[in-house]
Structure formats: structure tokens, C-alpha cells
């Protein structure tokens, strides 16, 4: 059983939609989670990042974080076509996010116009 | 944050050579790491590149393979060794801590192996 679980999509919703991304893992040891978007032969751009279980926004996007379930999702409200790329949730055992990171295999989201 | 640049974006090496990837930052980082992201699959990590020492590798990486250098606080090079089609992969460099308050990645190196 692989750490971090992640649908590898794709994903295809048309623009305007909201966006709900997730991933599960299994390592109760993690506590910093993160979310990057990688655009096809580019590197991970990072979107997101959150310490401890809740929420946290900023302006399209919400990362929710629930511990207790393992469970980690990004929403994505008013989607756009430059939204349209690999969506990977990365996770750490550090209190930072500046130790090892364990990636899901990614999300591929497809938004049309 | 951190602007990450990598050199080269790309090669198309031949099979027993090696190449050198250069890893630099635009401000001074506690920590650097080495991915790779094999062609439809996520990132793995190679080995944690120490300043002034050894770096650490992740199993299933070993030095002579995979030899890395961070002479300083901005700069790493990972050296993949005596290639093989199997190594064909893009090659990452990720930078955090010190000025950059997460970790913050590079454009990659897109490898081919022949």
C-alpha cells in the first residue's frame, strides 16, 4: 500500500465548475501537507501549504486538511482552462515543510472552455 | 520564497556516460533535495544534499549512481553515473528553509538515455 493514495484522473470539468481534489495516506506521522500544480514539462509551482487540520484559503483555491480521517482535499472554485494541469498533494513528517516530502502519483485536471 | 534554476532543462545522453545537473537558488537555503519523476509517475526522492558533508540517500539510491555536491548554501549538482535507458527521467532539485519558508522546486532536467 503506497504512503499517499491520489485518483490520477483526469478529471474534466467545464470552466466555472468547482474543483474538489483529494488524496488519503496512511502514515499518522505526517502533519505538513501541501499541494502543488505542475503544468505538462515544467516543475511543481506550489499552490498551497497547511500545518494541522482545517482550512485554509486563498482566493480560488481551499486546502482542508482532516487528520483524523487522513484525508487531505483542494477545492478549486471558478475553475479556468489555465487551471488545467497535474494537481500533486506532498506530505511531510516535519513540522516544516522543509524536510522529506512523500507525493501522490497526481491529479490530472482537464477544464474546458 | 525561492526561484530555483536547473541546467541543463534537457539531454539526450548515450548509455554508459554520465551527466552532471547543476541545482541553483537564488538566496540561501538550509536544505536541498534531489527528485526524480519517471515518465506518467510522481516524485521520489533521491537523496538529501548536505552542506559540507555527505549527502543522505533514500533507499534504493546509492552514492556511486547518484553522487551529489553542495559546496555552499545556494548551489548542488547531482551527477547521475554510467546511464542506462532506465534512468531516462526528469530530474528535480527542490530548495527550503533559511530565506524560503517551504520547499520550493526547480524546473527539472528532462533526461533521455539511448
Known amino acids: 500500500q503506497k504512503e499517499v493514495e491520489q485518483d490520477p484522473g483526469p478529471l474534466s470539468v467545464p470552466e466555472g465548475a468547482i474543483v474538489s481534489l483529494n488524496c488519503t495516506y496512511s502514515n499518522s506521522a505526517f502533519q505538513y501537507f501541501m499541494w502543488y500544480r505542475q503544468y505538462s514539462r515544467k516543475g511543481p509551482e506550489l499552490l498551497m501549504y497547511?500545518?494541522?487540520?482545517g482550512n485554509k484559503e486563498d482566493g480560488r483555491f481551499t486546502a482542508q486538511v482532516d487528520k483524523s480521517s487522513k484525508y487531505i482535499s483542494l477545492f478549486i472554485r471558478d475553475s479556468q482552462p489555465s487551471d488545467s494541469a497535474t494537481y500533486l498533494c506532498a506530505m511531510s513528517e516535519s513540522s516544516t515543510g522543509f524536510q522529506k516530502l512523500v507525493f501522490g502519483t497526481g491529479t490530472r485536471l482537464l477544464v474546458s472552455p | 520564497s525561492a526561484v530555483i534554476s536547473q541546467k541543463p532543462s534537457r539531454d539526450i545522453c548515450q548509455r554508459g556516460t554520465s551527466l552532471t545537473i547543476q541545482c541553483q537558488v537564488d538566496?540561501?537555503?538550509?536544505?536541498m533535495f534531489w527528485y526524480r519523476q519517471q515518465p506518467g509517475q510522481s516524485l521520489t526522492l533521491i537523496a538529501t544534499a548536505n552542506q559540507g558533508s555527505e549527502a543522505t540517500y533514500e533507499s534504493g539510491f546509492v552514492i556511486d549512481k547518484f553522487p551529489i555536491s553542495r559546496p555552499n548554501l545556494t548551489f548542488s549538482t547531482l551527477t547521475v553515473s554510467n546511464m542506462s535507458p532506465e534512468d531516462s527521467s526528469i530530474y528535480l532539485c527542490?530548495?527550503?528553509?533559511?530565506?524560503?519558508?517551504?520547499?520550493?522546486f526547480g524546473p527539472g532536467t528532462r533526461l533521455t538515455v539511448l
Open positions: 538566496s540561501q537555503v538550509t536544505m
Open positions: 497547511t500545518y494541522s487540520s
Open positions: 527542490s530548495a527550503g528553509g533559511g530565506t524560503a519558508d517551504t520547499q520550493y
